[in-house]
Structure formats: C-alpha cells, structure tokens
Nanobody, 123 residues
Framework: QVQLVESGGGLVQPGGSLRLSCAAS????????MRWYRQAPDKQRELVAT???????NYADSVKGRFTISRDNAKNTVYLQMNSLKPEDTAVYYC?????????????????WGQGTQVTVSS
C-alpha cells in the first residue's frame, strides 16, 4: 500500500557529511509528520528529527545544530542532512511517516517505516 525507500547511507570520516533521502510511494492521500530514527547496536531506537507537513522541525539534543531535516512534498520525500558527523552517530537510520490513506471507505492515519540505511562514521 505504502512504501518508504531510503538511500544515502554509507561510510564517512568524522567531521564529514551525508544526506539521507526517503521517498514515499503508493496509494495515499497525504503525509503528515515525517521522522528520522536511528538505532545503534545494543541501544534503544532514538528519535533523531521530526518535520511536520508545513516544515516545522524538531531535533534530538544530540544532533541539534549538526543535522537538518527537510521535505519536498511534491516528491513525497524527506531528507536528513548530516554535518559534522561523529563516531557516535553510527547507526541504522530509519525514516518514518504518518500517512493518511483510505481504509474501508474512511481516511485513517497509519505509520510506515523505511527499511533502514546504515551510516558508519569512522576513521
């Protein structure tokens, strides 16, 4: 019904930059909030950044000032620009979207997840 496809992960040196992308496709009316989460080995999944449909953004303290979340509603895509990367940013990054779609004749909101993309920050 709805698919989120992520791209842009990879290996970078400390201080480097990456831009993650997540594109939504399928049958839906609109997308409300979009988010980026990350999960490092043996750690809890962490909310990194959130962006509303009108572009209002919030960030985890650990990434504030370094990461920027943005979206292109025409492309149904959310981005995460990551600058000044640190080894502790190493994790699998997942996009998440609150999607409005038709369910048994009514509009309902469902949460969808991307498959995850690996970000490794190492020298």
């Amino acid at each position: 019904q709805v698919q989120l496809v992520e791209s842009g992960g990879g290996l970078v040196q400390p201080g480097g930059s990456l831009r993650l992308s997540c594109a939504a496709s399928g049958n839906f009316f609109s997308i409300n909030h979009m988010r980026w989460y990350r999960q490092a080995p043996d750690k809890q999944r962490e909310l990194v950044a959130t962006i509303s449909s009108d572009g209002s953004a919030n960030y985890a303290d650990s990434v504030k000032g370094r990461f920027t979340i943005s979206r292109d509603n025409a492309k149904n895509t959310v981005y995460l620009q990551m600058n000044s990367l640190k080894p502790e940013d190493t994790a699998v990054y997942y996009c998440n979207a609150d999607v409005l779609r038709d369910s048994v004749g009514s509009i309902r909101q469902f949460a969808y997840w991307g498959q995850g993309t690996q970000v490794t920050v190492s020298s």
